[in-house]
Nanobody, 121 residues
Framework: QVQLVESGGGLVQAGDSLRLSCAAS????????MAWFRQAPGKEREFVAA????????YYADSVKGRFTVSRDNAKNTVNLQMNNLVPDDTAVYYC??????????????WGQGTQVTVSS
């Protein structure tokens, strides 16, 4: 059974930083890529960042490149998203997912419950 639990969301001001964490209960965690997605009010869920199974390769949406950093600790079964220089457009519910890169982009098959990030101007 796969369980993903996000934490670290909150209310911050533009320019601030936040660090999201995802604790994964996946027996073979180090076999899978992991990703972060987000969904803003009235919008579709979108890809934010992903990290390969080994942690050696990372992927980012253009909108967060240079501001966000995704990482993982396979010994602790965790995935992190360091978000710097936040802007109001980053306001969304952020989801951790076990994911794979397909010909239609990154797709998650197991999801956490989400954590709210709100950035005020």
């Amino acid at each position: 059974q796969v369980q993903l639990v996000e934490s670290g969301g909150g209310l911050v001001q533009a320019g601030d930083s936040l660090r999201l964490s995802c604790a994964a209960s996946i027996r073979t965690f180090s076999d899978y890529a992991m990703a972060w997605f987000r969904q803003a009010p009235g919008k579709e869920r979108e890809f934010v960042a992903a990290v390969s199974a080994s942690g050696g390769t990372t992927y980012y949406a253009d909108s967060v490149k240079g501001r966000f950093t995704v990482s993982r600790d396979n010994a602790k079964n965790t995935v992190n998203l360091q978000m710097n220089n936040l802007v109001p457009d980053d306001t969304a519910v952020y989801y951790c997912a076990r994911a794979a890169l397909t010909n239609r982009g990154w797709r998650g098959d197991y999801w956490g419950q989400g954590t709210q990030v709100t950035v005020s101007s």
